[in-house]
């Protein structure tokens, strides 16, 4: 998959030609309100992984909406397996990304979220280490922190004996973090979904055939189905298709949500 892949919208109203950033940020954008995001990308046959990581799957065009999704968060959550497992490094965004911020009175960086019920973690993961602005963990009240866990990450304790993450998007909701970007893994949405918390999903799906053995996107305990109406259709020139996937903003708030003011 090249570098500069062209991207167009083919649903609704399709439009002839590449999408600039500026139309991709347009197209997904910042809600009016208090929002959760999930965004993954999958194989064509629903495989989660290929070789066993998520970047197998994940090309420019890809990359590039992923990267905007992080431009336009107020926090990224993410899994402390996935944060081990995919070798998360510290939070960055590029100058032009970072003004894009400044000028719409954000913070220049969006804070890392980190769900953890183990608190298995290493203090000197890049991740932590290097992060522009502290980082949050989020784990439950009976997790005991490894030595220097706390120096450099904010310690939230919302549950017992698992986490609480509708308390948990609550209080980051009461720290000004309304935009939620989650990354994953597959049980953390999966527990998000059983919770009513997801508000959109964005899914790259990928024109190949992993083949039986991965994973799919979500795990977990079964949760109710919960109707998500697709909202566009993006195609770029690979056969990569990108979509999403959300609430209409009609409907009811769900658990978490901020109360109206």
């Given at each position: 998959?090249?570098?500069?892949?062209?991207?167009?919208?083919?649903?609704?109203?399709?439009?002839?030609?590449?999408?600039?950033?500026?139309?991709?940020t347009?197209?997904?954008?910042?809600?009016?309100?208090?929002?959760?995001?999930?965004?993954?990308?999958?194989?064509?046959?629903?495989?989660?992984?290929?070789?066993?990581?998520?970047?197998?799957?994940?090309?420019?065009?890809?990359?590039?909406?992923?990267?905007?999704?992080?431009?336009?968060?107020?926090?990224?959550?993410?899994?402390?397996?996935?944060?081990?497992?995919?070798?998360?490094?510290?939070?960055?965004?590029?100058?032009?990304r970072?003004?894009?911020?400044?000028?719409?009175?954000?913070?220049?960086?969006?804070t890392?979220?980190?769900?953890?019920?183990?608190?298995?973690?290493?203090?000197?993961?890049?991740?932590?280490?290097?992060?522009?602005?502290?980082?949050?963990?989020?784990?439950?009240?009976?997790?005991?922190?490894?030595?220097?866990?706390?120096?450099?990450?904010?310690?939230?304790?919302?549950?017992?004996?698992?986490?609480?993450?509708?308390?948990?998007?609550?209080?980051?909701?009461?720290?000004?973090?309304?935009?939620?970007?989650?990354e994953?893994?597959p049980?953390?949405?999966?527990?998000?979904?059983?919770?009513?918390?997801?508000?959109?999903?964005?899914?790259?799906?990928?024109?190949?055939?992993?083949?039986?053995?991965?994973?799919?996107?979500t795990?977990?305990?079964?949760?109710?189905?919960?109707?998500?109406?697709?909202?566009?259709?993006?195609?770029?020139?690979?056969?990569?298709?990108?979509?999403?996937?959300?609430?209409?903003?009609?409907?009811?708030?769900?658990?978490?949500?901020?109360?109206a003011?």
């Amino acid at each position: 998959m090249s570098v500069g892949t062209p991207i167009e919208r083919i649903w609704p109203a399709p439009v002839t030609g590449a999408l600039t950033d500026p139309e991709l940020t347009a197209l997904y954008g910042r809600a009016a309100h208090p929002h959760l995001r999930v965004n993954f990308v999958s194989s064509a046959d629903g495989a989660v992984t290929l070789d066993g990581y998520s970047a197998g799957l994940s090309g420019e065009p890809d990359k590039r909406v992923f990267g905007l999704l992080r431009m336009l968060c107020d926090a990224l959550v993410v899994a402390a397996g996935t944060l081990r497992h995919e070798g998360y490094r510290a939070l960055r965004l590029s100058p032009d990304r970072r003004a894009w911020r400044r000028e719409r009175g954000l913070a220049e960086f969006p804070t890392l979220v980190v769900v953890s019920g183990s608190l298995d973690l290493d203090p000197a993961q890049a991740a932590f280490a290097d992060a522009p602005v502290r980082p949050v963990v989020l784990t439950h009240a009976d997790a005991v922190p490894p030595p220097g866990l706390t120096d450099v990450a904010d310690l939230v304790r919302r549950g017992t004996g698992r986490v609480d993450l509708a308390a948990g998007l609550a209080e980051l909701r009461r720290r000004g973090l309304d935009q939620v970007l989650c990354e994953g893994g597959p049980h953390l949405f999966g527990a998000l979904t059983a919770a009513d918390l997801v508000d959109e999903l964005c899914l790259t799906v990928a024109p190949l055939l992993a083949g039986a053995g991965p994973g799919r996107i979500t795990a977990g305990d079964a949760s109710a189905p919960r109707h998500l109406p697709l909202r566009h259709v993006l195609a770029a020139a690979d056969g990569v298709l990108m979509l999403r996937y959300a609430r209409d903003p009609a409907d009811p708030p769900p658990a978490g949500a901020a109360p109206a003011a």
